[in-house]
């Protein structure tokens, strides 16, 4: 008997970002100074990042593949992972949580980020969601000081178990009908033997649907979002905001559009509903937040909503315009919660709205960089988020749903009210109080490349969007 070891090229990154992790817990055991543990890990990260390029293929037998679609969606989770440490260094040490595990958890989770997105098997599939849920819902509560933070954690818990039950009877149902988890094969077998109309197969896309809703904190699954996000530590909040959001949008496409391609009928007909119910609540709830992540949270709410289109348009480009989006949403996203890290200070927490008031008069430069994120976030030209959301209602519009995208203009309408809300507080109101800014080198850095990124796509769009259409084109 031959015994081959597998291709280990095609995982490459996820073998260097596991080491990564592993010696970033080791050193916390010999360096004192945690921020050298931040520094080493972006350090880390950039050689993950470098490693990308030469990764491809499949490997484990057709259970893990590295082509363009997963490579897109891991420069989005590594991106995630560098602006998050970096607006962290000085963040966790006021809040007094400057603890080595931290940066451990943000690697481990993202490895269970990066096998998602390449995981071409649904037991592959759940090994990484749960790698990547188990590490965030520590995070989530991670500063087990605060009432609020071991509350968002706990909500967080047991709804995630609760759609990792929906994953895993999704998975025995179309394993019962197919007699394969490998998502290539059950397209097939779906095709060849005629399953379409089969109830049961319509029972497990819901099922998928249900576990990936809970994700990616679409309506009615979002429930656990707003607590987790307000108690969770506000780095922590914009590291959840974009990377198990895009790595639920990843596995949706990748197996929506591959393993059910052919009853796209049926579960574009369930996320029609949930599209408008994501988008319709997230905004209209968002208008009665005082404080401004949980604001933040209902607006990621809203936003996970506009980007279901692109799926629901069921074809490669729309799912281009998603992979376009998500990259556009993490710099604006975690642009808005550095700002308001930098408000944070011993006594002052930075999180109401009202904190807000006259910022523009003590501290123009953080204003302005607060008005060009809820800008974008918003939609306004000539920011990124104006571009991601028209390619997003091109898309959906070419496809067919032109009374949806009114539907999605109309709530991106109502969103200005609370995102514009902050900018009128800055530069309308006086300030009530001093308001002294914590920042760090690293802090601005990261700033600059939000702002920059935020400016440079919404001038020049057109790099971004084609470099998703590439990747797709390059395999999926």
């Known amino acids: 008997m031959n015994f081959q070891l597998p291709d280990i090229n095609p995982i490459i990154p996820e073998i260097t970002m596991t080491a990564l992790a592993l ?14 543990l931040a520094l080493f890990s972006i350090v880390g990260v950039a050689a993950v990042a470098y490693t990308l390029k030469a ?7 057709g259970m893990f593949i590295s082509d363009g679609y997963s490579t897109f969606f891991k420069l989005i989770f590594l991106i995630n992972v560098v602006l998050t440490v970096a607006i962290s260094i000085k963040y966790i040490a006021v809040e007094k949580v400057n603890f080595g595990e931290y940066y451990v958890l943000i690697l481990f989770s993202t490895v269970g980020m990066m096998i998602m997105a390449s995981a071409s098997d649904l037991i592959v599939l759940y090994l990484g969601l749960e790698l990547m849920a188990l590490s965030t819902y520590v995070l989530a509560g991670f500063n087990r000081h605060n009432v609020k933070s071991s509350e968002g954690a706990l909500k967080y818990f047991l709804l995630g178990a609760f759609s990792s039950a929906f994953l895993l009877y999704g998975t025995s149902l179309i394993y019962g009908m197919t007699g394969t988890t490998d998502i290539k094969a059950i397209s097939l077998f779906i095709s060849e033997k005629g399953l379409m109309g089969n109830p049961a197969l319509l029972l497990s896309v819901i099922f998928f649907v249900v576990a990936f809703g809970f994700k990616i904190a679409a309506v009615p699954f979002h429930m656990w979002a707003p607590d987790a996000y307000e108690g969770a530590p506000t780095s922590i909040t914009a590291f959840m905001s974009v990377g198990p959001k895009a790595a639920g949008f990843a596995v949706l496409g990748r197996v929506l559009m591959v393993a059910f391609a052919s009853v796209s009928v049926n579960w574009t007909a369930i996320l029609i509903p949930i ?13 009665s937040q005082t404080n401004i992540k949980r604001m933040l949270a209902y607006s990621s709410i809203a936003h996970a909503g506009y980007a279901l289109l692109g799926i629901i348009a069921a074809n490669n480009e729309g799912l281009a315009s998603v992979m376009n989006y998500l990259m556009i949403y993490a710099f604006m996203n975690i642009g808005a919660f550095a700002v308001i890290i930098m408000l944070r200070s011993e006594g002052f927490s930075g999180e109401n709205i009202s904190d807000y008031e006259g910022l523009s008069k003590k501290h123009p430069l953080a204003a302005a960089l607060m008005l060009i994120f809820m800008f974008s976030l918003t939609g306004i ?3 990124a988020g104006f571009i991601g959301k028209l390619y997003l209602f091109i ?6 749903y032109t009374w949806l995208v009114v539907v999605a203009v109309i709530f991106s309408a109502i969103s200005a009210y609370f995102y514009l809300r902050i900018v009128i507080y800055m530069y309308m109101r006086d300030p009530k109080e001093e308001v002294v800014l914590t920042t760090s080198p690293e ?4 700033l600059a490349v939000s702002t920059f990124a935020v400016l440079a796509i919404g001038v020049f769009p057109s790099f971004l969007l084609e470099l998703a259409r590439s990747a797709i084109a390059a395999g999926f």
């Open 23 to 36: 010696a970033v817990l080791i050193a916390d055991l010999l360096i004192k100074k945690k921020e050298i």
């Open 55 to 61: 990764s491809s293929g499949m490997t484990f037998g």
């Open 275 to 287: 599209a408008i119910l994501t988008m319709g609540v997230g905004n209209i709830v968002a208008l």
């Open 381 to 383: 030209p000539p920011t």
């Open 395 to 400: 898309t959906a519009i070419n496809a067919g």
């Open 443 to 446: 802090t601005s850095v990261a």
